[in-house]
């Protein structure tokens, strides 16, 4: 896989803070968009790798994306741990919108 930006397909319209899943160059990633802006990250917890898309939830009005899978929980604003057992904090990929409101994320 190359370096670049690459466009994120989401099914339908997702609502505000709402994990959406989506494979981007044989990624997993998931989306979702909280206080008005996209955050993209892999659909990996970083404590025992499970998916997010399986065992997340959001916690809208702490800004908390939370893994159900071990009770890990993670910044939405910049992928911090916010509790424990996750020691390593989310990887938030930068993404853009375009008006006619196609996303693309940049991979590394």
Same mark, same amino acid.
């Given at each position: 896989?190359? +370096? ?7 099914? !339908?319209?997702?609502? +505000? =803070? ?39 939830? /959001?916690?809208? =009005?702490? #800004? @908390?994306? /939370?893994?159900?899978?071990? !009770?890990?929980?993670?910044? *939405? ?5 916010? *509790?424990?057992?996750?020691? @390593?904090? *989310?990887? *938030? ?7 006619? #409101? ?5 991979? +590394?």
């Amino acid at each position: 896989m190359e +370096p670049g930006w690459y466009e994120l397909e989401l099914a !339908g319209s997702p609502e +505000p =803070d709402t994990l959406v899943g989506a494979v981007v160059e044989g990624r997993a990633l998931v989306a979702v968009l909280h206080d008005g802006g996209w955050r993209v990250f892999a659909d990996t917890c970083t404590h025992a790798e499970c998916p997010f898309t399986e065992h997340g939830e /959001i916690a809208a =009005d702490d #800004g @908390v994306l /939370i893994c159900n899978c071990h !009770g890990a929980e993670f910044s *939405l604003a910049d992928g911090s741990v916010q *509790l424990e057992p996750a020691e @390593v904090p *989310l990887d *938030l990929l930068p993404v853009r919108a375009e008006p006619d #409101g196609r996303l693309f994320v940049q991979l +590394p």
